[in-house]
């Protein structure tokens, strides 16, 4: 092998990682930039799921606040207003707990890990593996 072939097969060796690079250092942005937006979708439905939960705290507190009401009309008065006042924190207080129990069940199904993400960098790492 004479010394110019030598020359343009090492050029071309550098001119190959160089392509490598550039390409690996691009599929590694677009990888970030993927699991951003996979972590993003996954961190609205986990809002939607906590905005439940907070609803279904806040049905508690006016079911709280009915049963406190209830007591202290049965304490000043026995009259029918208290076992209005009753009924109706029993029914918030049910309401809140499907409410809660609902929000919790959904917030438990969420898987925090981005999975695509994690998938495609093994296949990157194949692709790399193969390239080198």
Do not use: C, H
């Amino acid at each position: 092998m004479d010394y110019q072939t030598y020359s343009q097969d090492q050029t071309s060796l550098g001119e190959l990682f160089s392509r490598l690079s550039t390409q690996a250092s691009t599929l590694i942005r677009q990888e970030i930039q993927l699991a951003q937006a996979e972590m993003t979708r996954k961190a609205s439905k986990a809002g939607r799921n906590a905005a439940l939960i907070a609803i279904g705290a806040v049905i508690g507190l006016g079911a709280y606040l009915a049963l406190v009401a209830a007591l202290i009309l049965a304490l000043a008065q026995v009259m029918d207003a208290w076992l209005a006042a009753l009924i109706v924190g029993v029914v918030l207080a049910i309401a809140a707990a499907i409410a809660v129990q609902y929000g919790v069940t959904k917030l438990k199904e969420i898987d925090p890990a981005p999975r695509r993400t994690i998938e495609t960098m093994r296949e990157n790492k194949e692709w790399l593996t193969e390239q080198i």
